[in-house]
Nanobody
Framework: QLQASGGGSVQAGDSLRVSCAVS????????MGWFRQAPGNEREFVAAIRRNGGSTHYADSVKGRFTISRDNAKSTVYLQMNSLKPEDTAVYYC???????????????????WGQGTLVTVSS
């Protein structure tokens, strides 16, 4: 089970951290990802962190502003979002997969497990 939290309403330029806690599974065995979906838009990849070695990958739109990290002891993945922009407004979803390959991490349909989403609203 994936439980996302930490969303909220902020001003442009602010920072926010969203979290996703995983239960009922061996967290360290899973690669973790964040996706987002804005109203009227398709779901899009944001960031991912691999299970082995923890390599990180980002969408170009958030590179340099967002940081994904994981704490295996707490079974939690984080997305630190800095310099937020109004276009970052979306519902943010966490995803988990044991066997996803590098070439598939940006594809939402390649991830097996999803959380319920947390809303981030950035006003100008």
């Amino acid at each position: 089970q994936l439980q996302a939290s930490g969303g909220g309403s902020v001003q442009a330029g602010d920072s926010l951290r969203v979290s996703c806690a995983v239960s009922g599974a061996t967290f360290s065995a899973y690669s973790m990802g964040w996706f987002r979906q804005a109203p009227g838009n398709e779901r899009e990849f944001v960031a991912a962190i691999r299970r082995n070695g923890g390599s990180t990958h980002y969408a170009d739109s958030v590179k340099g502003r967002f940081t994904i990290s994981r704490d295996n002891a707490k079974s939690t993945v984080y997305l630190q979002m800095n310099s937020l922009k109004p276009e970052d407004t979306a519902v943010y979803y966490c995803a988990a997969d044991r066997a996803i390959i590098l070439s598939d991490i940006r594809r939402g349909d390649a991830w097996d497990n999803w959380g319920q989403g947390t809303l981030v609203t950035v006003s100008s």
